[in-house]
Each structure stands twice: as structure tokens, then as C-alpha cells.
């Protein structure tokens, strides 16, 4: 892990942006941070003490605390199913009670079955920074960063509408090669896809690989990851009762 | 800085630093239950409950638990008895190796605190975090169960086999009746299916708790890790970053000059004494081609210097300050690619002698035959020729390799080491650290997993060394990256099989041509290759074998010893070829197998040709003959418990609401090995104590796999006492007698014949002392059963009362008894594999959803034991077939050294896995045992390659069965 030099454990926002400020990195869950190898030396901010774990309903909407762990996630009824099984999916049993929403987020990975849910149900990022509170949407924070020296204080997403993923991987509880969610709404289809992109993307579900241009690797050549996004869209789309 | 938390109930305060883990903390307070996996948390082996919910201490701050409350396994140790889930645990067989079970036991207590009767789903939930190389998580499942039950305040059901009627009568085939299934129980019961020609016994055959279960339960100290040292020293290793380059120069000076650095080791400073790392008899198998630190590196994550400081921080550091220059030479990686002309030389250095052909990269060169393979391909009705390409995967123990070596009062070397091979490892590390081999010790502790891969001398001449440079104990513990990167791995092979058959398929030829990659060093290269040889040759009759072999050195990360040991390779390679030939000639898969493959009464006709000490034709008197099987009886269990039948139903294998899917079934015929005949040796001592118990010590190396308690069992039945009486103790060179090591299934009957012989001195000297005490005058006509010697007339002494006179009373010795054996024999297990498959045809994805093997071990010792073996070895099989590769970049650098990336299944998607153990008696054994441990990985890849032919017709001759290469298999045909 980079070699933290200093801790500090602020109990405000307030405290936490000055030491951001001040050069310092946010702490989450940790489950990315703590296992990263690089050695450079850091101070850290653990985010734990800012009271940002709560959810809460507020309409038709769902507030995500960005200290929720994937584990509150996983086993709040309040969720839509398709997002608390897609936090449980995450990550395995000893790493979900660590892993938090706003971690997640933060880290942008593109296999993140959970970012691919949020998508879907059109997640709202809420930021706070030197310039005071903003909320971007997830597809531009996903695209963008973080603005820097800002902390993630939560997360929205739309109610209304269950999500429904298909995917393929190389067994069943791996991180999917390629994955497509789709939710279906009143006001239109939904498809959020991994394995295709830096990061999981919102796509046209009837012509889901336009304008993508995925790396290869080891699990997926570009053009087999091409190929599942449309299969798999098709799937999820249907699966909800969309228009493919 | 200081942090406050609540662990296991009290208040502590406690010093740390801002980076250590919460981990590292635990550990120093004396939390040993706690264990290392992975920096990134993913084996679930450090877990503990942080707030009551179960999470890895690997990836968390120590002071991210300030005011939290931390609850390791060690609250549940109040007194000398057990919680009931570690008791379920125990009672169930939930552990092999034990390194994990803490962490289970601990997340059975978060959720049966929140859920008092939780249905499977949930309990794999739970185990989803904890990776577990061992169990395959059925026993672990079973035993959460039954803790629930317990809890809840319901009688535990008593976990014993559940005993199946033979379907055959062990000769002959038996038509499977669609409609008959497979008795019901839970996959964790072992099935037994019985033979009459088992004699009745007390203690062998029976599910006794493992002799070690109860530290391991308790999570405590027992691994290498879990005992602290005074001014222990930290070391950590240099790796190359390339795959193949000249060092020119290295100035350690930056280092040295560190603070808290005390030694720094390299090739400019430490003898150059040739040797090969594989822990293999006396001599080594050949060439000797490789020094502690070289000027040349051959692979990524070649050693390149060491570093001892005062903490890994500084080691790391000081790793980062040594000036490396390379000379960066072009490297090779594929096999097939390294024998062409002009690919790189990787050792073309002056001092290492009986490589093959070096400038072709051929370390070994090797042929066997009986016959004539040729002439008689030539008169064959049939022709067959096919070429199958198997990958580079790795043990991935989840205690990765570590050793702590010090100098003892009398300034010996002491070397506290997760190794399989202790006495191997005592006399190779004796040369490189220039000792005599009386001044070196080798203790084993318990071992959080082999399999093959701590068959190695990987780290004790690294510790060695810089404890003889120091005078300070120094520990070295492998990240899982360096674990991936440099320590052992399986094979990577070419092979063709070509084979000559008649109309009415009988095999009348078969030849496997062989190209092994054995990647920069020679390590097991020779014998793994051989015994894919062996195996791929011995399990069909034919009267005309040939095996052709070259091994190549290459650049990727050094192959070496692995569970099945070139078995699971060739038998990839065997099996589906097999199944292709009966395809072609429309014969039944199985009844073309059973019309050729090796039974009771056949040879073994190429086997003595091959392997460390391989003779020629001319030189052979007889050749040995298998002497038991159960594969009919075997196939009959396995056939039915998966459904075979289903195989020829078009509605079930083209499901019509999902017209991407099919499904299918595949078959795969095993028959592997027991020891190394004329070669592996095992030694036992057995002493009797002044209460009628034993000491029993036993140079052989339980890594996890009930070894110490098989052979208590053993001893225990020719003693007549129970298995408690027996104190097993294993292995420790300076106390226990020799031992080969835990390698090549070889364990249960190599050693456990030494047991069963030293129980027989003991047992010998007992009747005659007993025949003193009760005024016998034929020592033999009296019986041990039940602690006591029996006369024919009814009286009786308890070996207590025998231990007391004899050691206090009259004509005083001390009753101890020593054995040891080597086999002539090498009596083969024989097993079938079936699996059931559904395949995506828009995708590629193959999901495996059933797996059974049934298995002839002959007897087995302790069925809980050797059932938890078979799952154990097919979840690793599994993985082989499904999902687990090397991936390296065209610099040879691993792009998946991580667990995720290199994906191992867990818990929560392990197909349902049955297994059943079909009786045999095999005379040669104790109490009729053969072996069971490697066999397990031999089936599962050809019958889920099978399973597709069957689901789709389309053949896939390269491992493993991912998506995108299934996709592509289907779409070029």
C-alpha cells in the first residue's frame, strides 16, 4: 500500500477539505487504497467520522451516503434489488463490509458491476469542494474525476424501475468480462455496460458499441468484448421488457 | 501513534504506525489466528470481525479501528473445550491445512449471529470472501450447518459415510437403469461403497477428528509465522524486471549505508555453488543449473540480491536502493519456439554440465518404448494423430512460501520453513551455506498448504545465508505477486498423441510425443515430464508404447512441482484424444475406454522404463501387474450420479425456451499412481509413555491433508488403542526419522507402512511384556484391543500397567519401536470423472453445475479425510480447465499476479461436487490402502472438454475452456 506517513481522522467536512487542501488523500473503505503497492509515501484522510453512511429515501429518489459500504448496500431493503445485488456482486464476503459507494465511485473501475446499476438508475454524484457543494452526474464524474482536492459525500440514484444484468465471465461469481445492465422506466431503457471502456458507460441499447473502443486483454480481445456488448445488451434489454 | 479498540471484549490501547495494518497489529498482540493471504485482501485469511461484520485486516489501517471493536477467533478460546461451530468444524473435516478455518469459524459466528438457520446461499455468501485451495468449501458449508443446528439448540446428526450398495460386481460393466439415483445425502458425507474384502478394523476406515484439529480450530500457533523470535530481522529479495538479461553491475552501496539495513546479499558476495532447487531424493535429478544469485536473470522475478533490516519497510527500501545494471537480452516463452534456431540461449554459462543440448535451450532429451509403435501404426485399421497445448497455472497456497532461520546455541542453523520436503531441504541447503548437514536443523510446522509448491528449496538458502551473515534471525515471507512470479507453477507441455487402433477398438499402438516447457531452470523438469509419460501411457493396454520427450528451457516464471505432477497434462491430452477415436468409430466413450484400459492382472508395460531410475526392455525381468481396481465400479457410481444417460437426450441438451444454450455431460477415465517405487522412504518411531499412550514421530509432512492422523490411525489399529493415545509429531530433522517428503501420493502408503511396521515392534514388545505380567509363556497368542493386552483365557493388562512396569518396576526399558519402508510397488487408483456443462453459444461462457468422482484408493484410512482430498483436488482441477492461466505480456511480466485477475473459484460458485470412494483391498498397503491425494486433478479438465463435444461436437485441444476461446472454437467450425 502507499506508505501512509500521517493519519488523520477529521470529524467534518469542513476539516477534511483543509487536509485535502494541504495535499493529504481520502481514506474509504480502503480496499483499494490499502492494497495498492505503490510505495509513495502519503498522509491520509479517513473519511469514517463525517457521518456520510446514511440512505435515505427522498421521493423518488434513494441518497446514498458516500461511506455506505457495499455491505449496507447489499442488505438494505430499501435498494432496488438489481443495485443490492449488484453491491453484493462487487465483492466478495470480507471485502464488501469494507468497500464503500463513494470509494467505488472514486476508483472508476471498469468492471464495476455496481457502477454499471448506478448508471442505470442515472446516478447523481454529490461533491463537496473548496468552491463549496456541486452534484455531477455519474456518466461526467465517471469520464472526468473527481475535481480535486473535493470529497464524494454521496450518491443518488432514481427510483422506479428494476435493473437486470447479463453478463460473461469466466466463472459464475467472477468480475464480468463484459456486462450489460439495463433498467426500463416509463421515460426510456437504460443500458450501462462494463469491460468495454476506462470505465463502465451509459450506451444506446439498440446500437450499444457505437463509439466504443475497447483495450483487450488476457479474458477479451476488443472485438469479442464488441461482440458481447451486443449480445449481452440485447439480453438485459429484453430481460426488462425494453425496446431491442 | 496510539490507537484504542475494543479486542475480543477488553479495552486495549496500543502503539502502531500511520501504514501498518490492522493485520500486522493483531499479529503483534499475540492475535496468530489472524493470517497473512494477500496485501489486497482477497483470501479472506486475515478476516476478522470488525464490528461483527468479517472483513480483511490486510486492507485496513490499524488506525481505521481506533473505537472499534475487533473480534478474532481467539474469543472464543475461554477454556480448553470448543465453541460448537469450531466444533462442527472439527467434526466435520471443514480443515485440511487449518490456515483459513479461523476465518471461517469467525464468519459462521457474524452470521448465525444474524441468522440463526441460514440456507446454503447464505453460508457461501459468507465463505466468499475466504479462499480455500483445500476443501472445494463442501465440509466447510456442512459444518456451518450443523453448528446452526447445534445453536439452535437441535441434536448435531453425527457426521459419519454414509454406506452405498455396489452397483457391480467389481468385474464386470452394468446396464444404468435412467430412473435409479444416486443415494441422497449432502455432497460433505463421504460416500463409501464397501467390499467384502475388507476385514472389519476399530479405528482405520473410520471418520476420526484430525489429530491436529484442535490448535487449528482454536487458531493457534502452529504456522511457520506464529512464533515470535527476539531481534528477528526482516528480509526481502531484489527481482529482476526482465525476462532475460545479463547483470553487468550492482552497487549495494546506497543500501548498505541504509539505517536498519544489516546485510545485502548478491552474486558479487555469496559463493557460487551449483545446485537444483527441487526437493527430489539423493542424487537430484540433473542439471545443477542454478546458484543463490547469479550474474545472469532468467525471468521476471529472478532473484537479483537480498536485503536484512531491521523491518519489511526498510528491506523494501533498501531493495529500491541497490543500482542494478542490465545487459537486457531477448527472451522466449512458448516452447515450441525456444528449440527453433536462433532463439535466445538461456543458460550459456560455462559451469553447468549435463544439459541436453544447451544451444537449442534442451535440457533433457528422453525416449522409452516397448515394441514397435511404427510397424504396428502401420498395420492398424486406424490412424489417429492429435496435438494438445496445456497452460501455466500455480498451486496458490494461501499461505504463500516463508522461512525464519537463525543460529541455535551451539550455533547451528535452525530453519522454521513451510516446506514439504524437510530432510531434502536440510541436505541441499548444507552445500550453499557451506555447513555440514549435522549442523543444520530443519523444523516443518504446519504448513497452510503445498501442493507440490513448497516441494522446493525456494527461501532457505535466502534466510540461511543472511542469518549466517547477521548472527540474527532473519524471516522472509513471499507478497502473493512474488508468490505468482517466482515461486513454482505447473508445467506448460506440447504433446501429441498418436495411436493405432483396430475396427473393433483395441488399441494396438499409442505414442505420446512430448515437448515440456521447464522455463529457466531444470527444477522437476525431468520427472514431471516423465511421469506424463507414465500416465499417458499406462492407462491403456497396448502392446506397442512409445514415449518421446524434450524439455525446454523458456523465460517464463520457473514451472516445478504441482499436485498430479504431469499426470493432469497428459491425461488432458489422453482422454480426449480417447474420446475423439471412439467418437470417429462410433463407439460407445466408455465401452471403447473399457475394452482397452489397464486393469487387475495387466502391465504396467512401459512404466518401468521411465521416471528417476527408468531401466531398458532388454534389462527387465517381468513388469508389474495392477493387483486391484474398482473402475467398473467406480464408472457405475459415477454414471449414475450424474445422469449419464442424459447424454443422448437432444430435448435436454438443446433446451427449447433457450435456444443459445446446451448442455452436456463428459466422462474422463483416471489412473495414476501410489509413491515412487525403490525410491520414496518413510521413517516412524513409536515410544510407549508411562499412561499406556504413545509418542509417535514421523519424518512425513502433513500439509494439511490429515497426513499426522492417517498414520495415528494406522498405528492406533495395530496398537489397539484409540486415536487419542497417539501423540503425532511431524517432522523435524534433528527428532523425527527421515522421510522423503509429501510428494507423489505417496504419504498414506510409503508412510504408513513405516507406521504400521513400528507399530508392530511396539505391539510385538508389549505382548511380551504382557505375557510376563500374566505368566504367558506364548507372547503371540495375546491380543491388544481396547488398551489392554488379552490372554486366550480372558485376562488382561491395560498398557498402562505395562508402561509402568516396564519403565519403573522390573527389568526397566523403554518400549519404543522404529520402522521404515520403501516399495517395490506402485498400485495405481483408479478413478471416473463426470461433469455436467451448459454451454452459451452466443458467448463462449461454459458453466461447470456438477461434478463427481468416484474414486478407488483401496481402503481409505479415514474417509472424512480422504473424501475432503478428492474435492480439494478437483476444485484445483476445476480451476485448471476453467479459468485459472498465466497471462504474461511480451516482456514476460505477469498481467494477472493477483488473486481477481488470476481467478481461483470460491465458494459462492463452486458447482455441487460428489464424491464417492469405492473399496478395495490392495494387499500391498496398510491395511489396504493405495493412494488418493493427486488423483483428484487428473479427470476434471478431460471430461469438461468431453462435456463439450457432447453439448456442441466442437473439440477444444487447449486449456483452459474461457469464453472467448470456446467462442472462437464454435464459430470456426
Known amino acids: 500500500m502507499p506508505r501512509a506517513i500521517a493519519y488523520h481522522r477529521p470529524s467534518t467536512v469542513a476539516e477534511a477539505l483543509d487536509l485535502l487542501g494541504n495535499g493529504c488523500i481520502p481514506l474509504a473503505g480502503g480496499t483499494v487504497l490499502n ?18 453512511s446514511d440512505i435515505a429515501t427522498n421521493d423518488d429518489e434513494l441518497r446514498l451516503g458516500a461511506m455506505a459500504t457495499l455491505h449496507d448496500l447489499a442488505t438494505n431493503h430499501q435498494l432496488p434489488s438489481g443495485v443490492a445485488e449488484a453491491a453484493r456482486a462487487e465483492l466478495p464476503s470480507t471485502l464488501r463490509t469494507l468497500a464503500t459507494v463513494g470509494g467505488t465511485v472514486a476508483a472508476r473501475n471498469a468492471d464495476s458491476v455496481l457502477l454499471a446499476a448506478l448508471l442505470v438508475h442515472e446516478a447523481a454524484v454529490e461533491v463537496v469542494g ?43 461469481a467472477d468480475q464480468p468480462i463484459v456486462s450489460a445492465t439495463a433498467r426500463q422506466t416509463q421515460d426510456g431503457t437504460w443500458v450501462a455496460v462494463t469491460g468495454v471502456a476506462d470505465h463502465p458507460v451509459l450506451v444506446d441499447p439498440e446500437n450499444p458499441t457505437v463509439g466504443l473502443n475497447p483495450s483487450g486483454d488476457f479474458r477479451g480481445s476488443r472485438d469479442y468484448r464488441c461482440r458481447l456488448a451486443e449480445v449481452l445488451t440485447a439480453r438485459a434489454v429484453a430481460a426488462v421488457g425494453g425496446i431491442a | 501513534m496510539e490507537i484504542t479498540l475494543e479486542l475480543n471484549g477488553t479495552s486495549r490501547t496500543l502503539k502502531c504506525q500511520p501504514h501498518e495494518t490492522l493485520l500486522t497489529v493483531l499479529r503483534r498482540e499475540g492475535m496468530v489466528s489472524v493470517r497473512f493471504g494477500s496485501t489486497s485482501g482477497e483470501t ?52 485440511q491445512s487449518g490456515y483459513s478455518t479461523p476465518a471461517m469459524v469467525l464468519g459462521a459466528l457474524a452470521l448465525l449471529a444474524e441468522n440463526s438457520n441460514p440456507d446454503e446461499e447464505a453460508i457461501r455468501d459468507m465463505l466468499s470472501g475466504i479462499l480455500d ?19 439452535r439448540g437441535e441434536q448435531a446428526e453425527p457426521f459419519r459415510p454414509l454406506l452405498v450398495a455396489p452397483m457391480t460386481d467389481g468385474v464386470h460393466a452394468v446396464e444404468i437403469d435412467p430412473t435409479d439415483e444416486a443415494p441422497e445425502a449432502s455432497p460433505a458425507v463421504p460416500r463409501v461403497v464397501p467390499s467384502r474384502e475388507v476385514p472389519k478394523t476399530s479405528v482405520v476406515g473410520h471418520p476420526e477428528v484430525k489429530v491436529d484439529a484442535l490448535r487449528l480450530v482454536k487458531g493457534n500457533p502452529a504456522f511457520t509465522d506464529d512464533f515470535e523470535m527476539r531481534n528477528l530481522l526482516h528480509a526481502k529479495v531484489l527481482r529482476s524486471p526482465h525476462a532475460h538479461a545479463r547483470i553487468v553491475s550492482i552497487d549495494d552501496s546506497a543500501a548498505r549505508a541504509l539505517p536498519g539495513v544489516h546485510a545485502v546479499i548478491h552474486h558479487g558476495n555469496v559463493a557460487r555453488i551449483k545446485y537444483a532447487s527441487g526437493g527430489q531424493s539423493y542424487p537430484n535429478p540433473k542439471p545443477y543449473d542454478q546458484v543463490s544469485f547469479d550474474d545472469k536473470v532468467r525471468h521476471v522475478g529472478d532473484r537479483v540480491a537480498a536485503v536484512a533490516a531491521d523491518s519489511v519497510e526498510i528491506a523494501q527500501e533498501a531493495c529500491r536502493l541497490i543500482d542494478v ?51 504396428a501404426f502401420e498395420k492398424a485399421d486406424h490412424y489417429y494423430e492429435q496435438t494438445f497445448r496445456v497452460h501455466q497455472v500455480q498451486q496458490c497456497p494461501i499461505e504463500p512460501h516463508i522461512s525464519v532461520a537463525w543460529l541455535d546455541s551451539d550455533q547451528r542453523l535452525v530453519v522454521r520453513t513451510a516446506t514439504q520436503v524437510p530432510f531434502h531441504t536440510r541436505r541441499m541447503l548444507a552445500p550453499l551455506v557451506g555447513m555440514n548437514i549435522k549442523d543444520i536443523r530443519i523444523i516443518k510446522p504446519r504448513i497452510g498448504g503445498g501442493f507440490g509448491a513448497k516441494q522446493e528449496m525456494l527461501l532457505e538458502d535466502i534466510v540461511g545465508h543472511l542469518a549466517i551473515a547477521t548472527r540474527q534471525p532473519v524471516r522472509l515471507e513471499l507478497t502473493r505477486e512474488e508468490e505468482f512470479a517466482s515461486s513454482r507453477t505447473r508445467h506448460p507441455q506440447t504433446m501429441t498423441y498418436r495411436t493405432g487402433v483396430n475396427s473393433d477398438g483395441t488399441l494396438v499402438a499409442q505414442e505420446l510425443k512430448l515437448l515440456g516447457n521447464t522455463g529457466p531452470y531444470g527444477t522437476h523438469g525431468y520427472t514431471v515430464q516423465t511421469v506424463a509419460g507414465l500416465r499417458g501411457l499406462t492407462s491403456y493396454n497396448a502392446p506397442n508404447k512409445r514415449f518421446d520427450c524434450e524439455v525446454a528451457y523458456t523465460n517464463i516464471p520457473v514451472p516445478g512441482a504441482y499436485r498430479g505432477y504431469g499426470a493432469p497434462q497428459a491425461l488432458f491430452g489422453l482422454e480426449s484424444h480417447m474420446e475423439d477415436i471412439a467418437d470417429d ?155 522423503t517428503g509429501a510428494y507423489a501420493s505417496s504419504t498414506t502408503y510409503i508412510s504408513g507402512t513405516a507406521a504400521m511396521r513400528a507399530a508392530e515392534v511396539v505391539r510385538k514388545r508389549l505382548k511380551e511384556r504382557a505375557a510376563m505380567l500374566l505368566g504367558i509363556e506364548i507372547p503371540c497368542s495375546i491380543e491388544l484391543r481396547d488398551r489392554r493386552a488379552w490372554a486366550p483365557d480372558g485376562r488382561s493388562v491395560s498398557l498402562e500397567e505395562i508402561a509402568l512396569d516396564s519403565l519403573h518396576l522390573n527389568e526397566q526399558e523403554q518400549i519404543m519401536g522404529t520402522g521404515s519402508y520403501v516399495s517395490p510397488d506402485c498400485p495405481p487408483p483408479f478413478g471416473a470423472t463426470f461433469v455436467e456443462i451448459e454451454l452459451d453459444t452466443e458467448t463462449g461462457q461454459v458453466t461447470v453445475h456438477h461434478m463427481v468422482m468416484s474414486v478407488d484408493c483401496g481402503v481409505a484410512i479415514n474417509p472424512v479425510t480422504a473424501s475432503g482430498q478428492v474435492e480439494g483436488g478437483m476444485l484445483q482441477a476445476l480451476g485448471y480447465a476453467h479459468c485459472e492461466e498465466f497471462a504474461l505480456d511480451e516482456a514476460g511480466r505477469m498481467e494477472n499476479a493477483a488473486f481477481g485477475p488470476y481467478w481461483i473459484y470460491r465458494a459462492d460458485e463452486m458447482p455441487r461436487t460428489d464424491v464417492f470412494l469405492v473399496q478395495t483391498m490392495e494387499d500391498s498397503g496398510p491395511f489396504g490402502a493405495k493412494a488418493v491425494a493427486e488423483i483428484p486433478k487428473d479427470g476434471v479438465a478431460p471430461a469438461i472438454r468431453n462435456a463439450i463435444v457432447n453439448a456442441t461436437g466442437v473439440r477444444i485441444d487447449q486449456l483452459p475452456f474461457t469464453p472467448e476461446r470456446v467462442f472462437n472454437a464454435l464459430h470456426a467450425s
Open chain 1, 35 to 52: 492494497a495498492d503497492d505503490d510505495p509513495t509515501p502519503v498522509s491520509m484522510v479517513d473519511l469514517q467520522a463525517l457521518n456520510l
Open chain 2, 325 to 375: 545494471t542490465y545487459d537486457v537480452l531477448p527472451a522466449v516463452f512458448d516452447e515450441r519456439e525456444a528449440i527453433r534456431p536462433g532463439a535466445p540461449i538461456i543458460h550459456d554459462e560455462a559451469d553447468t554440465a549435463d544439459i541436453a543440448d544447451a544451444g537449442r535451450n534442451v535440457v533433457h532429451r528422453m525416449t522409452a518404448q516397448r515394441g514397435d509403435v511404427e510397424a
Open chain 2, 585 to 739: 468409430l462410433k463407439i460407445d466413450p466408455i465401452e471403447f475406454r473399457r475394452q482397452n484400459w489397464t486393469k487387475t492382472g495387466d502391465e504396467m508395460n512401459i512404466a518401468p522404463h521411465l521416471g528417476e531410475q527408468g531401466v531398458l526392455e532388454e534389462e527387465l525381468d517381468e513388469y508389474p501387474t495392477v493387483n486391484s481396481d474398482g473402475i467398473e465400479e467406480c464408472v457405475a457410481q459415477g454414471a449414475r450420479a450424474i445422469g449419464w444417460h442424459r447424454r443422448t437426450d437432444r430435448s435436454w441438451r438443446e433446451p427449447a425456451d433457450q435456444p443459445h444454450i446446451r448442455r452436456g455431460v463428459g466422462y474422463a477415465h483416471s489412473m495414476h499412481g501410489t509413491a515412487i517405487p525403490y525410491l520414496d522412504m518413510g521413517g516412524c518411531s513409536i515410544k510407549l509413555n508411562d499412561d499406556g499412550s504413545f509418542n509417535m514421530l514421523v519424518g512425513a509432512t502433513d500439509l494439511g491433508t490429515g497426513a499426522d492422523t492417517v498414520l495415528g490411525q494406522i498405528a492406533a489399529e495395530v496398537l489397539g488403542v484409540p486415536l487419542d493415545d497417539i501423540r503425532v509429531y511431524s517432522s523435524d530433522t534433528d527428532m523425527t526419522p527421515f522421510d
Open chain 2, 44 to 95: 479472506g485469511a486475515s478476516a476478522v470481525l470488525l464490528d461483527g461484520l468479517l472483513a480483511s485486516t490486510e486492507v485496513v489501517l490499524a488506525a481505521q479501528a481506533n473505537g472499534r471493536s475487533v473480534t478474532t477467533v481467539e474469543s472464543l478460546n475461554v477454556d480448553d473445550g470448543l465453541h460448537p461451530i469450531q466444533a462442527a468444524f472439527a467434526a466435520t473435516g471443514a480443515m
Open chain 1, 130 to 172: 473548496p468552491g463549496g457543494s456541486t452534484t455531477i452526474t455519474l456518466p461526467h464524474l465517471l469520464s472526468e474525476g473527481i475535481p480535486e482536492g473535493s470529497l464524494i459525500t454521496a450518491v443518488r440514484i432514481a427510483l422506479g424501475g428494476e435493473s437486470v444484468r447479463r453478463s460473461t465471465a469466466r466463472t459464475p
Open chain 2, 133 to 151: 485451495r483445500e476443501t472445494a468449501y463442501v465440509k466447510p458449508v456442512a459444518a456451518v450447518q450443523q453448528a446452526a443446528a447445534v445453536l
